[in-house]
């Protein structure tokens, strides 16, 4: 009688089988025993484990530098070995430029729109936040804009709130409150108002410093023509054109190529992320100017005001 063969792919998968079962006790094994020569002594362990970090890590780092000086080899005698070599290398070469000189174009644009490449993703929702939180500064003689620097202090031009001891604040939903406590400097031309309810959401924070790409992208927001105009907050768009100083006050000031009207004195001058950086001031034919905005801006503290308007 003769033995019926067993089918060849039972044959190849069971010796498959017993090679994966071999190989893995085999590595088992050897992990075992190389755990084992590390953990034992265990007074030798941290000594042990020194010396082998860095003898695999100096070796990976030979490994590597010697398959780059090889990659490099390689692709300086891969032209000259034929025609066609030198012609694919010619062609990957010109690609290479190309894409190089395609990232520059595009590095540059990245500066000149959004000041630089970290303020790239940060832009969204900047305009929704700076019409929610911008409020109105109105007087009986004069009006502006204003905006929270502190739960409960909104900051201003000292010339909005001038002559004025009660001026309304009005929020964006039509909600207004009266400030119960004014101070300010006239010299800066800053005003600030206390209010006895706290308003978190709106908060714009004092930077502790602030700095300026070439051309970088800002925002400036405020109520463009005061009450004439209802709606929202206007948000205009400009660039940063230099930082200015003047004897004739002790604050430094942002000069862009905004175009600053009427009723937007006050507001907040913002940069791509939606950072504070400036109080909107003065604006003429396309050339304005912002007050900038950062912790050492006297009109910040009690301490360090000129004039209390309170007593108005």
Known sequence: MTKSAKPKGMDYFSRLAITITARWKNLLS???????????????????LLTYSTYYFLKFLIKLLFALVGLIIDCIIFPFKSLKNFLKSLVYLIVAVYLFFSLLVIGDY?????????????????????????????GGNMEGSGFFISENQVLTNFHVIADEPSPKIIFPDGKFTTPSRIIGDADADLALLFVDDKYPDLVYPLPDQI????????LSAGYALGTDIKGNAT?????????????????????????LVKGMSGGPLVDQCGSLVGVNTMGLAGLSLFITAFRNTPVYTGDELNADMSSS
Do not use: H
Request: net charge positive; hydrophobic share 35%.
């Open 110 to 138: 990245m500066t000149r729109q959004y000041g630089s490449w970290a303020k790239f993703f940060c832009g969204a929702g900047v305009s929704d936040k700076l019409k929610k939180s911008v409020v109105r500064i109105v």
């Open 235 to 259: 948000v205009l768009k400009g660039n940063y054109v230099d930082y200015r100083t003047s004897k004739y006050s002790p604050v430094g000031y942002v000069q862009t190529n905004i175009s």
């Open 30 to 48: 050897v992990l075992k025993a190389y755990f084992k020569r590390l953990l034992f002594p265990i007074y030798l362990f941290p000594t042990k």
């Open 211 to 218: 700095s300026f790409s070439d051309n970088e992208p800002l």
